[in-house]
């Protein structure tokens, strides 16, 4: 496997494989739908090549966190999808939301009321989601003004609530207290406001069981590959592959400094190879002395700190003809998986591929 020249490095997203993750999502969830959460640029990986393989699985609900991520998207989607903004309705964002076709998660009473003000200037009923608080302190809206919101509710017709949402904390971690705590609370909501349908649950919330479905399922991570639960067997097909090219090899002696700080002493005649990724990739620094590589399935150790551009690993167990200048070693793929790399990171999978960086050339499968 020898890389073209030029590039530092090589990303391969396989669409096939996360269409085939959501539609395994979309079997758990099944009756209710599954939305594609393409924040962030979907994790990273490209969020207009990720949005059109969601389409063709059939994906009609898309969620980004930000207004300006949705007016990007907006063109790529057709009329009948809906395109949803997770961190609420921005003082300012009214106009272009309505004029786009965008939907706002309303996640308190003020952004309640300028949605309807809005509804009420153009003289007709916009959509909206509207989000509670069940115990995350994060988004939504918070316990104490549920009651209000409900009333103003009452007297906005022009309003079309599509789903009372919420978020799980701790959904990953399938045996934790939260899990039901924030389910009792959903629920009490639900009764609060019926008959309105809820959507609940992200990519490890589909794993809770049907109750957490609700009407529609927000689905990420693992559409992505990532592990939706911590430290379980990951059900997910891994969708991104990653591999840098080795930029220069050397042998040194054995009580010799490796990278900045001298951080790393070799204890005996170490060859090394310099590959060309590093923090500024999206490789964290955290990585360093921890960390490791993969050529041929051998296992190749970071060794000393990660630089921004590059990182120097310990080939001394490889045969003396390998690997070639230019030659790939592997960061994420059949040896190493992004949840392996994250835990050395001392980080989660989503961090890792949000952070995955722009250097590489990007291969869509
Ligand atoms: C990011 C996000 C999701 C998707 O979560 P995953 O764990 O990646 O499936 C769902 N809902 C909300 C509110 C989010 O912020």
């Known amino acids: 496997m020898d890389g073209e020249a030029g590039f530092p490095g090589y990303i391969t997203i396989d669409l096939a494989a996360l269409r085939r993750n959501f539609e395994r999502i979309a079997a758990i969830a099944a009756p209710a739908p599954v939305a594609g959460i393409v924040k962030a640029d979907a994790y990273g990986l490209g969020a207009v090549q990720v949005t059109r393989a969601l389409l063709a699985a059939g994906c009609r609900h898309f969620f980004v966190a930000h207004v300006e991520e949705a007016v990007a998207l907006r ?5 009948e999808a809906q395109l949803l ?15 786009a076709q965008i939907i706002p998660v309303l996640n308190s009473l003020a952004q309640l009321e300028r949605w309807r003000t809005q509804a009420r200037l153009e003289g007709r009923r916009l959509p909206a989601v509207l989000q509670f608080d069940t115990g995350m302190s994060r988004f939504g809206v918070a316990p104490a003004e549920r009651a209000a919101v409900r009333n103003e509710i009452a007297q906005s017709p022009e309003l079309e609530i599509l789903y009372l949402m919420s978020h799980l904390a701790s959904a990953d971690e399938p045996t934790k ?12 909501v639900t009764r609060e406001f019926a008959p309105l349908p809820f959507s609940f649950a992200n990519s490890a919330g589909a794993l809770l069981g049907k109750d957490y479905h609700g009407a529609l399922v927000r689905a990420g991570i693992a559409l992505y590959g990532g592990a939706p639960q911590f430290g379980a067997a990951n059900p997910m097909e891994p969708v991104v592959s990653l591999s840098v090219a080795v930029a220069q090899t050397r042998t040194v002696p054995s009580g010799t400094m490796v990278g900045y700080s001298g951080a790393h002493l070799t204890s005996k005649s170490t060859r090394l190879a310099v590959v060309s990724a590093g923090y500024a990739d ?8 921890r960390g490791a590589v993969y050529f041929r399935g051998q296992r190749l150790p970071i060794l000393g700190r990660v630089s921004m551009d ?23 793929g059949p040896h190493q998986t992004l949840e392996m790399l994250a835990a050395d990171a001392g980080t989660i999978s989503y961090e890792i591929l949000t952070g995955l960086g722009r250097r590489f050339r990007r291969e869509y499968r």
């Open 85 to 99: 903004v997770l961190n609420g309705l921005q003082p300012g964002a009214e106009a272009i939301c309505a004029a």
């Open 177 to 188: 207290a939260q899990n039901a705590a924030q389910l009792a609370e959903m629920q009490m």
């Open 75 to 79: 063109p790529h989607l057709p009329t």
């Open 282 to 289: 999206g490789l964290p620094r955290s990585l360093s002395g």
């Open 310 to 332: 590059s990182m120097t690993v310990d080939i001394s167990d490889l045969p003396d003809e390998a690997p070639d200048l230019g030659s790939l070693v592997e960061v994420i």
